[in-house]
């Protein structure tokens, strides 16, 4: 399938935007899992787990993939200090990447102009929501630059 010329240049800015938190992995170590700055709460493991929870929650709730999300982080709401196991959480931002890629890709240039309505964030087209998802995986990818800079171990 071809993808509709909207729908193409949407797909390309999300990736790219999306590589701001991506890039950050490839040199993530195990022990930078529980590196969190002081006086904050969310941990790096925390971080990338919400992050692929939320773009689940998006390819389902705003782009109509037909998937089971069970969004532990939200459902949580704060680090459980589960979030440890590296090859697990790469694995799940990888699959939530994927998973939302295949998403915007099924949009027909049309189906942007739509209007969602969510709890969260209350009545966006599709366009407006994927500027939600690119803006809240940026915000959560320099949170994580920043504690990966700065952050000690645990605290």
């Known amino acids: ?5 909207k729908t193409q240049t949407l797909l390309a800015l999300w990736k790219e935007a999306r ?13 930078d899992l529980i590196r969190k700055l002081p006086l ?3 941990s790096v493991g925390f971080l ?5 929870d939320v ?8 782009f109509g993939s037909k998937l089971t999300v069970s969004a532990k982080t939200l459902i949580a709401q704060h680090d459980t200090g589960e979030w440890t196991d590296l090859p697990s ?12 890629e295949n998403a915007i890709s099924l949009q027909s240039d049309q189906d942007w102009d739509t209007e969602i309505v969510t709890k969260e964030f209350g009545v966006k087209t599709k366009a ?12 959560h990818g320099g ?3 920043i504690i990966l800079k700065y952050a000690d171990g645990v605290k």
Request: glycine letters at 4%.
């Open 48 to 52: 990338i787990r919400h992050i692929g």
């Open 143 to 145: 949170q994580l630059a």
């Open 40 to 42: 904050t709460q969310n």
């Open 89 to 100: 959480l790469l694995a799940y931002v990888s699959y939530s990447a994927k998973a939302l």
């Open 55 to 62: 773009e689940l929650l998006f390819a389902k709730n705003i």
């Open 128 to 139: 407006e929501s994927l500027g939600r998802i690119i803006s809240h995986t940026a915000h």
């Open 19 to 31: 590589t701001r938190f991506s890039n950050q992995l490839i040199n993530l170590q195990s022990q």
């Open 1 to 5: 399938m071809e993808l509709q010329p």
